[in-house]
């Protein structure tokens, strides 16, 4: 099973991820993405999903026109994971 972030873990976990923001209310993180159009928003999810399941992590989001919200959390674990930690490094490797 996998474990949940202890508080220390989490805020030096945090501290390399300057776009993301810690939801504390469902410990999770978020990150929202702005694109020049529909194409680019969704060719950005295609990617992301293919990390999702190569890494067997899903993200929530949610996608309008240009833009694109993620959220991150490990709902095995209860919250925030070393796997999101990851994922959320992967993500941002796709933009920039």
Same mark, same amino acid.
């Given at each position: 099973?996998? +474990?949940? =972030? /202890?508080?220390?873990?989490?805020?030096?976990?945090?501290?390399? =991820? !300057?776009?993301?923001?810690? &939801? +504390?209310?469902?410990?999770?993180?978020?990150?929202?993405?702005?694109?020049? &159009?529909? !194409? +680019?928003?969704?060719?950005?999810?295609?990617?992301?999903?293919?990390?999702?399941?190569?890494?067997? $992590? $899903?993200?929530?989001? !949610? #996608? @309008?026109? #240009?833009? @694109? +919200?993620?959220?991150?959390?490990? $709902?095995?674990?209860?919250?925030? /994971?070393?796997?999101?930690?990851?994922?959320? &490094?992967?993500?941002?490797?796709? @933009?920039?």
């Amino acid at each position: 099973m996998v +474990e949940q =972030l /202890s508080e220390a873990e989490r805020a030096e976990a945090l501290d390399g =991820l !300057s776009d993301w923001d810690y &939801d +504390e209310a469902r410990d999770a993180i978020t990150r929202a993405f702005v694109f020049a &159009d529909f !194409s +680019e928003a969704f060719a950005f999810m295609t990617r992301v999903a293919l990390l999702a399941e190569k890494a067997d $992590h $899903h993200p929530e989001w !949610s #996608n @309008v026109y #240009n833009r @694109v +919200e993620i959220l991150l959390t490990t $709902h095995d674990a209860g919250g925030l /994971s070393g796997r999101d930690i990851e994922m959320a &490094d992967a993500i941002d490797g796709l @933009v920039e």
